[in-house]
């Protein structure tokens, strides 16, 4: 555990402030919700016992005062939003490292995620929050949540149906990398697709400037396919260490990893199946359940520069 | 009407097949030449090398000599490929002992062109350790497309023979330290 959450007294003095908030803002939203579930159930019960014009009157107005809770309700819940994750990640980050910090409202842009090559699909739809940014000694490195999204629209009997697909849900995490190089390597899980895109780009016909790099590193290449512009570089970049440390690595995820290595960059995806760094509104802030989750995935992110030995700075780059 | 068929497609199979192996074959020729061009990197680097070192220390002249006799047989013209990585091994392990012993002269250990020298010679080090696992790779493929059917019957027909790979040296296997290398 990096931070003693429990025995933290500056940071147990904010979480009981906005325990009070949150307590307020439960209170409120479990009865509009109550006003609403009453107001449908009320209508639904009237009409069925034969009438339906005092059942939807009197079915109304709860749903509307309940509406109303909810929709007042919002901007403390925002602020209240805001606030933890400014005060209470803010100071965990701090805890952590000096040189940590979090923005809420910004992230990596659409215009970078298609620039780390680790996604060949281009996004309809794209959020981005919470921007980490610091230093781990020598590493500079940033990371943020988002979620890309393309469409798919098909002609059904009804009209046009438009269906979301994710592209990408989690963390990209980016780094200075400690050596310098001028080509793009990029490294992805080994899913059914992109084993035959590679057999077929190896065996038939290679798409595009990158050549599929065959490592020596049974393990590596059973779990990723790499690509890259230089044969040489690719190795250059992937040391037998690096292999073994990024397998280190995926091993401590639930989902495989994809990283690339583009102008002296090094980019990882780390796939994720909740949003994180969000406060709760009905679970306690002061048991800290979620608070934990945040701090440990933010100490991996930190971890990943000592994990990959990114510190290292031997290779003519400073 | 099959039969014509039939002898079309085979063409286009042994076109595809003799294009892949003269691929791979031309594969292997260029990652050699890769190697190549990282020694004489790594050579161009020994003179520098050696000047700044000598301005410091009288004591390790013996070294230095040799360090000097070596590079000038590694840019003798038309040396074979296997003399050139046996000359880089020597030169390489010499220059290593070198480093090691840069922890008795605090001086030269804080110059700054040794420093750069120093960096830049590691950097050609992987670099030139990424090149032969390139080559190997290469040579794998090549070899393994010749030895299994049907590119093993092409390579009878062509004269094709498997290609040894290079050994790795158990030095070069190791993660490269910079605490162990130079005593940071």
């Known amino acids: 555990m990096l931070l003693d959450i429990a025995n933290n007294v500056a940071l147990q003095q904010v979480l009981a402030t906005m325990e009070v908030t949150r307590k307020k803002i439960a209170a409120i939203q479990t009865k509009g919700y109550i006003f609403i579930a009453a107001g449908i159930v009320f209508c639904i019960l009237i009409s069925v016992l034969g009438f339906p014009i005092p059942g939807v009157i009197g079915g109304i107005i709860p749903l509307i005062y309940g509406s109303v809770l909810l929709f007042n309700v919002n901007d403390s819940l925002t602020a209240y939003r805001h606030a933890y994750k400014t005060n209470v990640i803010g100071a965990a980050l701090t805890f952590l490292d000096e040189s940590l910090s979090i923005n809420p409202y910004q992230g990596i842009t659409a215009s970078e995620f298609m620039y780390t090559q680790l996604f060949v699909q281009e996004p309809d739809r794209y959020k981005t929050e919470d921007l980490v940014t610091g230093c781990a000694d020598r590493t500079r490195f940033y990371f943020a949540e988002i979620h890309a999204e393309y469409k798919t629209v098909t002609q059904t009997k009804n009209g046009r149906q438009t269906t979301w697909h994710d592209i990408f849900s989690g963390i990209i995490f980016a780094a200075d990398f400690n050596k310098n190089f001028n080509g793009i390597t990029i490294v992805r899980p080994k899913d059914f697709a992109n084993a035959l895109g590679a057999w077929f780009s190896k065996n038939v016909f290679s798409f595009g400037g990158n050549d599929v790099i065959k490592l020596e590193n049974v393990d590596f290449d059973k779990t990723f396919v790499t690509y890259g512009s230089d044969q040489v570089e690719a190795r250059y970049i992937l040391t037998p260490s690096l292999m073994e440390r990024i397998l280190a690595l995926n091993h401590q995820t639930r989902y495989d990893i994809s990283l690339s290595f583009i102008e002296s960059r090094m980019y990882i995806a780390f796939p994720l199946n909740r949003n994180y760094f969000e406060a709760p509104v009905f679970k306690s802030l002061v048991n800290a359940e979620a608070l934990n989750d945040d701090i440990t995935t933010i100490k991996f992110m930190y971890d990943i520069v000592k994990e990959l030995d990114l510190n290292t700075r031997i290779w003519g780059k400073g | ?184």
Request: charged share 20%; no cysteine.
């Open chain 2, 1 to 184: 009407m099959i039969i014509a068929l039939i002898i079309i497609g085979s063409i286009f199979i042994g076109i595809f097949f003799y294009n892949s192996l003269i691929g791979k074959k031309n594969q292997v020729t260029n990652a050699f030449s890769a190697i190549d061009v990282m020694l004489k990197k790594r050579f161009d680097l020994i003179p520098n090398l050696v000047e700044v070192v000598k301005q410091y220390t009288t004591y390790e002249q013996g070294t230095l000599t040799k360090i000097v006799e070596l590079r000038s047989k590694a840019g003798v013209p038309n040396i074979s490929n296997a003399e050139k990585a046996d000359l880089d091994a020597q030169l390489s392990s010499n220059v290593r002992g070198l480093m090691v012993n840069v922890e008795n002269y605090p001086h030269l250990k804080a110059n700054t062109n040794f420093i750069n020298l120093q960096t830049t010679w590691t950097e050609s080090e992987e670099q030139i350790a990424a090149a032969r696992r390139a080559y190997n790779a290469a040579v794998t493929d090549y070899n393994n497309s010749i030895m299994m059917f049907p590119g093993s019957l092409f390579a009878g027909i062509l004269n094709f023979h498997p290609i040894a790979v290079l050994e790795t040296a158990a030095e070069e296997r190791k993660n490269i330290s910079a605490k162990e290398r130079f005593n940071i």
